[in-house]
C-alpha cells in the first residue's frame, strides 16, 4: 500500500518561513519525480516545484527564489522550504509522485 504523507503546515506571518516534509511508504521513492501542488481556495491547482529522479528541480515563476525543493532518498522524503511567504502563498499544499497523493497539509499566511 502506498502512501504519500505531508506535515510541517500552520500558520506564519507574512515574511515568515515553513518547511513542508513528504514522506513515502511503499514504493522505490528514488524511482520518481516529486511534486508539490497547491490549490488555493477558489483557484486552479498548481504545481510549485519539481524535483526529479536525477535530483534536478524547477520551480514556478510565483515562487522562484523563495521555495526550494529537496529529497531524501534514503529517507523516501522530500522538502519544500519555503521562505519570505506572502499572503497568495495560503493553500493546501500536496505532496505527488505519478499516480499517488498525499493528503495535504494547509498553509496559511495572515497576520
Known amino acids: 500500500q502506498v502512501q504519500l504523507v505531508e506535515s510541517g503546515g500552520g500558520l506564519v506571518q507574512p515574511g515568515g518561513s515553513l518547511r513542508l516534509s513528504c514522506t513515502a511508504s511503499?514504493?522505490?521513492?528514488?524511482?520518481?519525480?516529486v511534486h508539490w501542488y497547491r490549490r488555493p481556495s477558489g483557484k486552479e491547482r498548481e504545481v510549485v516545484a519539481i524535483s526529479t529522479v536525477s535530483n534536478q528541480t524547477m520551480y514556478s515563476d510565483s515562487v522562484k527564489g523563495r521555495f526550494t525543493i529537496s529529497r531524501d532518498n534514503a529517507r523516501s522524503s522530500a522538502y519544500l522550504q519555503m521562505n519570505n511567504l506572502k499572503p497568495e502563498d495560503t493553500s493546501v499544499y500536496y505532496c505527488?509522485?505519478?499516480?499517488?497523493w498525499g493528503q495535504g497539509t494547509q498553509v496559511t499566511v495572515s497576520s
Open positions: 505527488h509522485v505519478p499516480q499517488y
Open positions: 511503499g514504493i522505490t521513492f528514488s524511482a520518481y519525480a
